[in-house]
């Protein structure tokens, strides 16, 4: 091979990012997805960590209890009181597991659901019933363009920072301040996951 030619697979895989803008998915929007799948990765890894410094987990040696519970579950989780927290950490940390929750269920439809194409503005939709078949779980969809991104991406990084700060502050009671000065962030993800996860009906909704 020589200097100037590229491995067939960087060939195959540039060829297929271009023809996912025609899918409505322009590199912008691409490289969006990638991050929100990154810093969601880094919220959830954390979010585990953070519950058992929460707890007074020691995990060494052993099962943590967090490998036999699901994601929704740490979300739940995490709004829990904690008396170790004053009260306004607590209330940060009530309005991250909201927003989270929002969130994660954006997260899901867009990286398990069903994809409908558009030029202006993919659509994906979760748990289908195209088929007439029964689902366990309620169907839902998640819009995707760059502004949209950018709100999910904003909102997961939000997250992430209260989550490392609950840790710091379990094992450190002076950064709890750090938790409590996040709480306009977290409000303002709460209403940015909001919006993405139920951006239909509020777009349905004629006061929108």
């Given at each position: 091979m020589s200097a100037m030619e590229q491995p067939k697979y960087v060939e195959r895989s540039l060829r297929i990012l271009a023809g996912l803008s025609g899918w409505g998915f322009p590199p912008e929007v691409q490289q969006r997805v990638g991050a929100f799948a990154v810093?969601?990765?880094?919220?959830?890894?954390?979010?585990?960590?953070t519950l058992w410094a929460l707890r007074g987990d020691n995990v060494?040696?052993?099962r943590p209890w967090t490998d036999t519970t699901t994601v929704s579950g740490w979300i739940k989780e995490l709004a829990?009181?904690?008396?170790?927290?004053p009260a306004e950490a607590q209330d940060v940390l009530r309005t991250a597991s909201l927003a989270a929750h929002d969130l994660m269920e954006y997260r899901h439809a867009v990286l398990h659901g069903w994809m409908i194409p558009?030029?202006?503005?993919?659509?994906?939709?979760?748990?289908?019933?195209?088929?007439?078949e029964k689902r366990k779980r309620a169907s839902h969809?998640?819009?995707?363009?760059?502004n949209l991104l950018d709100m999910?991406?904003?909102s997961a990084w939000t997250l992430y920072e209260v989550v490392y700060a609950t840790r710091l502050a379990c094992t450190d009671p002076s950064k709890?301040?750090?938790?409590?000065?996040?709480?306009?962030?977290?409000?303002?993800?709460?209403?940015?996951?909001?919006?993405?996860?139920?951006?239909t009906a509020m777009v349905n909704h004629e006061k929108y």
């Open positions: 810093v969601w990765g880094a919220l959830e890894s954390n979010l585990e960590t060494a040696g052993i829990k009181g904690w008396p170790q927290l558009s030029e202006t503005m993919p659509t994906y939709v979760r748990n289908p019933r195209w088929h007439g969809d998640a819009h995707v363009d760059q999910a991406i904003s709890t301040a750090s938790l409590i000065g996040l709480n306009d962030e977290a409000s303002r993800a709460r209403s940015s996951a909001s919006e993405l996860r139920h951006l």
